[in-house]
């Protein structure tokens, strides 16, 4: 008896928890799609707010998706060597490396961006251009790419794959090429799809390094709230929510994966 | 090849001396085996001799006449087998088989029919597709092997290539192994802490302790005049007849044993098949353990010694625990080593 | 080309961009504070001045708040998703994980229509309801991003329970009560410890979410934009970004160091 009542607890719990996080989520979907808000779904299923949204903020969205695209290069080009270099080389050094790089996970991005802007905001050719946003999405992303492979090369003998290979008279960059990229792969992957979720939806760095011709899709996004009609508002949450879910869905997949071969 | 170490020594940068300065030649299409126990250094010296460790200064390394001391591992044209196998997970079987060849950038249809080659010899071609997650042990070791030997390598090093594989497994792969490396014809060195393995594969073996070689021969020299107590209780596990001396009488806690020579200062051992229950004997002890094998007894003795005394009885009974029994050792069978022989 | 020299290769990239991105802007920042009309004595004024310390009090209350709700909510969620399989158990997962990728901005939004003037409690209620730009809907805010993350930890480490523990227990005759306190909590206590400072940290440092919730609220991070942009107090925006900083860093290496999971605290 006692048992059934604190499952029914449970339940009840987990569901009002469901509720609370997607009730908003749908209304939000819905008031995006809805021709009038305030007279209800009644009046008419419509686009129009999607449309206009396209019109207003397109700009914002392809900005996104190229920082996203660029972002993923350069946390590639940096981390990928980076985990290697920090599974080869253990010691008090690539500890506080680590844990160094780690620092945009725990430090709010306002302090960031300030930190950022203290020291590069007088330059303005940089200050002005993308890669001003570009370098605080890197830095946010990065520490997220280089674990996510770190611990998969951690999870495999890769010294004695290495000497293996070089037995066999490969150079180091080749062992790298040959041996460690590709059995690196679930741990890019899942680090990949993490940074392009991450730099799409940053907005703490983004909102204080962004100029007026520079807005991401998450600073139009706050603009829209704080200048447009609901609807508008909703229909552009819309456009993000399908955006993101299936890099999010496919991010936590590839999570798992490369977790389940680390250990 | 011949391979020709003077004067090798290794200290990690812990302070650990791993490897004492040692000689060490291995003729061309030997097959020599480092035996000795765990931590002795023979992982090290084989690292040392493949390029994947650095040896101490002062150490020099030759494949026949070229001083490859200085060499990077890549560029020494060694083969290894790993303990772990260390098979790249990212290819398959052919594909492990072929790298070495590209690396050598050897033309593709010359790789191809030495892959082909070196598959039948390993008897692997069914699997030549296969992943190497899909492989059995015993299958993992001959790809291994198959990878090491692919590239012609100058030498061929083996660490424990069989301490992965479980016990029933590992002797048919032991007889396996060397008919294999026999037909390779290759300079081969092989490294265990297993007598039975060593004597079965190599033409010679270097047994080590602490770091240094103390004595290499063909196995039948090593078993049959050890030089030290460490080889003799090492290979073959003789045991220590402690007693008092006197001319050519050995005068033990069980009894006196005749010797073949005279005797004063030396240490006396005995093989466990060399000690004879019979009623004509001339010790007496008392059995404490008897065990089954099979096809023989295993009898332990005390009384006799200070240690137990094992013998090898063929029969179908035992005599029971508790009970006194007649030992008789032939005076020829005995080991007569010199005291202090064992260093340390 | 060795391969220690190529593996130390490897990490000059990350080395550089992190000393020029990450540690020079933060000694840089650091500096900032200081060189204010107050000087060093800036960092005395967050605790002297009635403004900042009232800031601090209140920031500090509503993480408290939110870091305890979600941990009842996620922890009872969580045991039982994980020890439950049923239809459905993989939508409900989705729906409570969502949220992650969700930057606070969108969860304010969504707060607002829960509880703002044109919100769904305001419509369904009788009088006027609005609460989203008040304290509870910031703590809401909060929550509602609190919420996976101490979620996806709890489960992490309820998978790594041995259930034979519970069974155990069972068979010594304690009743399901007894084991949840005996046996469960106590396993679960140090990924329960992770979270919570997860949560904690998360909500002191969470921007996205007050800029759209807290206009007339004066929480930390929001003083923090106030006092750079509106104030040009620069000093004491340093002053507090490094003490935000500071303690964000702190909590989530104890967090760290009990579970081992990394969750950024984004927000
Ligand atoms: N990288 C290292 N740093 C410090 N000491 C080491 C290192 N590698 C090995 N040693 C030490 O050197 C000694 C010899 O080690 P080695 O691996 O050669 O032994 P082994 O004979 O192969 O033993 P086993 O049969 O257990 O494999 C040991 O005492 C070991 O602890
Ligand atoms: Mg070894």
Avoid at chain 2, 61 to 90: C, H, W
Avoid at chain 2, 160 to 172: G, H, I, Q, T, Y
Avoid at chain 3, 91 to 113: D, E, M, N, Q
Wanted: contains cysteine; charged residues 15%.
């Amino acid at each position: 008896m006692i048992k059934s009542k604190a499952k029914l607890l449970q339940l009840t719990v987990t569901l009002t928890a469901c509720a609370f996080l997607f009730i908003p989520t749908v209304m939000s979907v819905m008031a995006g799609v809805t021709a009038n808000y305030f007279k209800g779904i009644s009046s008419g299923v419509t686009l129009k707010w999607v449309f206009q949204v396209w019109e207003l903020y397109a700009d914002s969205i392809f900005l996104s998706l190229w920082l996203a695209l660029a972002c993923l290069v350069v946390t590639f080009i940096i981390g990928l060597p980076a985990a290697y270099g920090l599974a080869r080389h253990p010691g008090w050094f690539s500890r506080v490396l680590e844990e160094f790089i780690s620092l945009p996970l725990a430090v709010p991005g306002l302090a960031l961006a300030l930190a950022l802007l203290q020291l590069y905001g007088t330059m303005k050719g940089f200050r002005t251009s993308w890669t001003f946003i570009l370098v605080g999405h890197v830095l946010y992303t990065l520490p997220f790419m280089v674990r996510s492979i770190l611990a998969v090369l951690a999870a495999m003998d890769l010294k004695t794959l290495e000497e293996a290979a070089a037995s066999l008279g490969a150079s180091p960059p080749r062992r790298f090429l040959n041996i460690v990229v590709p059995n690196a792969m679930p741990g890019i992957l899942a680090g990949a799809l993490t940074v392009v979720t991450l730099s799409i939806g940053e907005f703490n760095l983004t909102w204080m390094l962004h100029t007026p011709y520079l807005k991401t899709l998450p600073v139009g996004l706050a603009d829209s709230y704080a200048s447009m009609r609901l609807e508008i508002a909703s229909a552009y949450t819309l456009i993000f929510f399908i955006m993101i879910v299936p890099l999010l869905m496919a991010m936590q997949w590839a999570s798992s994966r490369a977790q389940r071969i680390a250990n | 090849m011949t391979l020709h170490l003077t004067n090798t020594a290794k200290t990690f940068s812990d302070g650990t001396r791993a490897l004492l300065p040692i000689e060490l030649t291995v003729k061309t299409g030997e097959i020599m085996s480092l035996l000795g126990p765990s931590g002795c250094g023979k992982t090290t010296l084989l690292r040392i001799i493949a390029g994947l460790e650095t040896p101490d200064t002062g150490s020099q390394i030759f494949f026949d006449d070229d001083d490859v001391t200085l060499q990077q591992v890549e560029d020494r044209k060694v083969g290894m087998v790993f303990q772990s196998y260390a098979l790249f997970p990212n290819m398959s079987v052919r594909g492990n088989i072929g790298y070495g060849l590209k690396m050598q950038k050897l033309a593709p249809d010359k790789a191809n029919a030495r892959i082909n080659e070196v598959l039948e010899m390993c008897q692997l071609e069914k699997l030549a597709l296969r992943s190497i997650k899909a492989l059995s042990g015993g299958q993992r070791q001959r790809v291994a092997l198959a990878r090491a030997i692919a590239p012609r390598p100058r030498i061929l090093l083996l660490d424990e290539p069989l301490s992965a594989l479980d016990a029933s497994l590992r002797e048919v792969l032991r007889d396996e192994l060397a008919v294999l490396l026999r037909k390779f014809n290759i300079t081969a060195i092989f490294v265990t802490h297993d007598q039975a393995e060593a004597m079965a594969i190599a033409d010679r073996v270097a047994v080590m302790d602490h770091g240094t070689i103390v004595q290499s021969g063909t196995p039948e020299e090593l078993y049959r005049n050890p030089q030290s107590m460490f080889v003799a209780k090492f290979v073959g596990s003789a045991m220590l007849l402690d007693g008092s001396c006197k001319g050519k009488k050995l005068t033990l806690a069980g009894g006196v044993q005749d010797l073949p020579k005279n005797t004063t200062d030396e240490l006396v051992f005995v093989r466990a098949e060399d000690v004879h229950i019979s009623k004509k004997g001339s010790l007496t002890g008392t059995v404490q353990t008897t065990t089954f094998l099979g096809t023989h007894y295993r009898i332990g003795i005390s009384g006799i010694a200070s240690g137990v005394l094992t013998s090898i009885l063929a029969g179908q009974t035992a005599p029971n625990i508790g009970d006194t029994v007649k030992v008789s050792i032939n005076p020829e069978a005995l080991l007569i080593l010199p005291n202090g022989a064992h260093k340390e | 080309m060795t391969n220690r020299t190529f593996i130390v290769l490897c990490l000059v990239p990350l080395f550089i961009f992190s000393i020029a991105f990450l540690a020079l802007p933060l000694i840089r920042l650091f500096l900032a504070s200081g060189e204010g009309a107050a000087g060093w004595s800036v960092y005395l004024d967050i605790l002297r001045k009635p403004r900042y310390l009232n800031t601090l009090i209140l920031t500090v209350l509503v993480s408290l708040a939110t870091t305890f709700a979600a941990l009842g909510i996620s922890t009872t969620a969580g045991m039982f998703l994980a020890r439950n399989q049923f239809k459905g158990r993989g939508v409900l997962l989705s729906i409570l994980t969502l949220p992650l990728a969700f930057p606070g901005v969108v969860i304010g939004f969504l707060i607002i229509l829960l509880g703002g003037r044109q919100g769904l409690i305001n419509q369904i209620t009788p009088g006027h309801v609005v609460f989203a730009y008040s304290i509870l809907g910031l703590f809401l805010g909060y929550l509602y991003f609190s919420i996976p993350r101490v979620l996806l930890t709890v489960m992490a480490a309820a998978e790594k329970l041995d259930p034979s523990l519970e069974e155990a227990a069972r068979t010594l005759g304690a009743s399901p009560y007894r084991v949840v306190k005996d046996v469960i909590l106590p396993g679960l206590m140090p990924s329960l410890i992770a979270a919570g400072a997860i949560a904690f940290a998360t909500a002191m440092g969470a921007f996205g979410t007050a800029f759209t919730l807290a206009t007339n609220i004066d929480v930390l991070p929001m003083v923090i934009y106030t006092e750079f942009t509106l104030s040009a107090n620069i000093a004491m925006a340093a002053a507090l970004s490094i003490s935000l900083g500071l303690v964000t860093w702190v909590l989530l290496l104890v967090a760290r160091s009990l579970s081992g999971t990394t969750v950024a605290a984004g927000g």
